[in-house]
């Protein structure tokens, strides 16, 4: 008879170390899950970071690139000028010397005080 008294608490007692192991079950299932998502989230990031940095590799390449062929080209104005500065250097100094050579010859030729006069008019005096 004292058997009966304890059947009910023992019933509730296996009823509740039922739903214990359920509930131990679930948040063990849950935490495998979130552990998996973890996983797959980590796995997303390093496919993410080799993406961004396979991206700016071949951004850096073709930065360069363009770099590059700015520095050629540019190189190749400044070259591309000088030597037009350097042939109107030369013709400027020929026409100075052609000019003064003629000068000189006219000098002797007509006299120096006329041409002098003359330069002078010419400037403005």
Do not use: C
């Amino acid at each position: 008879m004292e058997i009966d008294k304890f059947q009910p608490f023992v019933l509730d007692l296996y009823t509740q170390l039922g739903q214990v192991q359920r509930d131990i079950g679930s948040l063990t299932a849950g935490q495998q899950a979130m552990a998996e998502q973890l996983r797959q989230q980590e796995t997303q990031m390093r496919e993410s970071e080799s993406r961004i940095i396979h991206a700016m590799d071949q951004f850096e390449v073709r930065l360069t690139a363009r770099v590059d062929k700015v520095e050629s080209d540019l190189s190749g104005r400044i070259q591309s000028t000088e030597d037009k500065l350097s042939v109107l250097k030369d013709r400027v100094n020929r026409v100075v010397w052609t000019t003064g050579g003629g000068g000189v010859v006219l000098g002797l030729a007509l006299g120096w005080k006329p041409m002098l006069a003359r330069a002078a008019s010419l400037l403005g005096t």
